[in-house]
């Protein structure tokens, strides 16, 4: 799954609550097929897509998120 944020900030957010609860998570730039404000976004294995759903719910983190082509 990729998850695309406003900010850089948000990014780097996500990935600390991510990592945290030891979800499998990695920072890439934005696929071209995709726009964003930010540069950045997050790819998060599939088998962790709820869950990582919930923990940005949780923090407040808001969050667009795509599925893997």
Request: aromatic share 8%; glycine share 6%.
């Given at each position: 799954?990729i998850v695309?944020?406003?900010?850089a900030r948000?990014?780097?957010?996500?990935d600390?609550?991510?990592?945290?609860?030891?979800l499998?998570c990695?920072?890439?730039?934005?696929?071209e097929?995709?726009?964003?404000?930010?540069?950045?976004?997050?790819?998060?294995?599939?088998?962790h897509?709820?869950?990582?759903?919930?923990?940005?719910?949780?923090?407040?983190?808001?969050?667009?998120?795509?599925?893997e082509?």
């Open positions: 799954m695309l944020f406003r900010n948000e990014v780097i957010r996500a600390a609550a991510a990592r945290e609860a030891g499998d990695r920072v890439r730039p934005v696929p097929e995709y726009s964003a404000e930010c540069g950045m976004c997050l790819f998060v294995a599939d088998a897509s709820g869950v990582f759903r919930e923990l940005m719910l949780r923090n407040r983190i808001e969050a667009t998120y795509h599925d082509k």
